[in-house]
């Protein structure tokens, strides 16, 4: 028994899956990506904001539909938990390679209503999750991939919270040096905003 549910933002970081997963790269049509699921962060206290998706009729995304045995749904489950689960989106995905095949039963993750607002100076977005999520772009698809996610995602009005040097973010990742220049160069050009942390 197993599991398949498409990943578009910190998922499609390979160091955030379990070992026995599989990632298959591709492109969800119909939907974009927001800035918009706030709430307190476990073990720190503060607010923060994180990535969901909507539906948007000419709209696509890539990101990865993530394959894992079905005993890792507790856990996902929980890693979700501001999430509401949306079944049916398998006719929505194309990957990139046609032999991928893809679950019928595949599903992702979208912002409960309660949880479902912009970021802000009380919840903003932290640099350690932008760095994991871009990480995974850049690992997969190069500068077009971090291109492509900047693009494709709203919300960047709400501020960034300054974290890198002592991340916040459960799921943090470490940068090598070029990598970190060639995000906050990215990032500059859409004209984001930071706090210090």
């Known amino acids: 028994m197993t599991i398949t549910y498409f990943g578009y933002g910190s998922l499609v970081n390979r160091q955030t899956l379990s070992p026995e997963s599989t990632a298959v790269p591709g492109e969800l049509q119909g939907w974009v990506r927001e800035w918009r699921v706030t709430g307190k962060v476990a073990g720190i206290g503060t607010g923060a904001c994180a990535l969901t998706v909507r539906r948007q009729t000419g709209s696509a ?4 539909m993530v394959k894992e045995p079905a005993s890792g749904l507790a856990a996902l489950t929980k890693r979700e938990i501001r999430y509401d689960r949306i079944d049916g989106i398998a006719p929505e995905f ?3 390679r046609p032999e991928d095949g893809v679950s019928g039963d595949a599903f992702l993750y979208q912002a409960k209503s309660r949880h479902y ?15 994991c999520v871009l990480a995974g772009f850049f690992d997969l698809w190069g ?7 900047l693009a494709t995602t709203d919300g960047w009005h709400a501020p ?3 974290d890198r040097a002592d991340p916040r973010y459960a799921r943090s990742v470490s940068l090598d040096r070029n990598l970190a220049a060639l995000i906050d160069e990215k990032l ?6 930071y706090v210090g942390a």
């Open 61 to 64: 995304i890539r990101g990865v």
């Open 94 to 96: 194309r990957p990139e």
């Open 117 to 131: 607002d912009w970021g802000s100076e009380d919840h903003p977005i932290l640099q350690s999750y932008v760095d």
């Open 143 to 149: 500068e077009s991939g971090i291109d492509h996610f």
């Open 160 to 162: 960034i919270l300054a």
């Open 188 to 193: 500059a050009q859409i004209g984001v905003g």
